[in-house]
């Protein structure tokens, strides 16, 4: 390509930075692999022959196509680089995030942000494989090998069992596992373990009763279950309380088979290289976080419908 003009070979060598000599032996051996004469070399510079004009006119097909697909990758990689990929519990109220996002778009507009909602478990799996940055979850479900995550705890909560206002179950004072066996359950997750965990708490206290479980990759409709009477969950009471959208009053039971503390944090993986944008998202996911838990802390009795949950000042 640089011989093409008519230029000197030393010339084409120094524009390409290679010597003269490298040059002049790539096109010999290029004359010798095509079995044609590609040059004509006089005292005034190279001139292309018919054959070498053929090939010259693919060479600038070709060139013009790696330099849009080098100019495509670069600007995908550019892309990959300026996104944030979060995860975070289903449970996780979406004014929080937004909270969050809106404070983030403030400190760094150009930045792209990509968020999936899933179960603890699924977000584990997810960090894991390097497919989100780092995930809000509760620590229950992080690889056991905890060197290979860093874990920044924020709070801790115990998993209660929630009953909505039009439950049979809502007017009683206390509940045992033995009267949870024959309801219908709603679970925060489409993972095919979650029936064989709830199995696994009845059979260890000699119940041997299948429970029936309607699974959902949506809190909303997991909420409107719950609420409605519908159905029993198994939840945070700090994130369920603040969880909004869903109008109804429920109640909250201690049941010592399924009443797991659970530490609510946010992780990313040891080795992840923490950039100033992605720091950024996560002080305000984690302020946001905290804020939130704390309006809902002051008010623990007072049912859902009659709670204002905005959040309240930050100091800045």
Not at 2 to 25: D, N
Request: one cysteine or more; a neutral charge.
């Amino acid at each position: 390509m640089a011989l093409a003009g008519g230029t000197h070979f030393y010339k084409a060598a120094e524009s390409v930075g290679v010597t003269q000599s490298a040059l002049t032996q790539s096109i010999s051996r290029l004359e010798e692999e095509l079995g044609l004469q590609l040059f004509v070399r006089s005292k005034t510079g190279s001139v292309l022959t018919e054959h070498g004009r053929k090939l010259y006119d693919h060479a600038k097909v070709i060139t013009g196509q790696f330099e849009a697909a080098k100019a495509e990758l670069m600007a995908q990689a550019r892309q990959a680089g300026a996104e944030i990929r979060v995860g975070v519990v289903q449970s996780l109220d979406d004014r929080i995030l937004i909270e969050a996002i809106t404070a983030f778009n403030r400190a760094w507009p150009d930045y792209n942000i990509k968020i999936i909602k899933d179960w603890s478990a699924s977000l584990a799996t997810l960090l894991a494989g390097g497919e989100i940055d780092f995930a809000f979850l509760s620590d229950l479900f992080l690889p056991r090998d905890m060197a290979e995550m860093k874990w920044e705890p924020l709070f801790r909560d115990h998993v209660q069992i929630v009953v909505g206002a039009g439950h049979e179950l809502y007017g009683r004072d206390t509940l045992g596992l033995a009267d949870l066996a024959d309801h219908w359950w709603v679970a925060v997750s489409t993972r095919p373990d979650w029936p064989e965990y709830l199995a696994r708490i009845f059979a260890s206290a000699d119940i041997y009763s299948t429970p029936r479980i309607l699974r959902t990759n949506s809190e909303t409709l997991a909420a409107a279950l719950i609420k409605g009477g519908h159905a029993i969950g198994i939840l945070s009471p700090k994130l369920f309380r603040t969880s909004g959208g869903v109008s109804g009053q429920v109640k909250y039971f201690a049941v010592p088979e399924i009443g797991q503390e659970r530490h609510f944090g946010i992780s990313r993986r040891a080795r992840m290289v923490v950039r100033p944008f992605h720091q950024c998202f996560i002080d305000e996911l984690r302020a946001a976080i905290l804020d939130w838990v704390e309006v809902d802390a002051r008010q623990p009795d007072v049912p859902v419908t009659a709670r204002s949950l905005a959040p309240k000042n930050k100091k800045k």
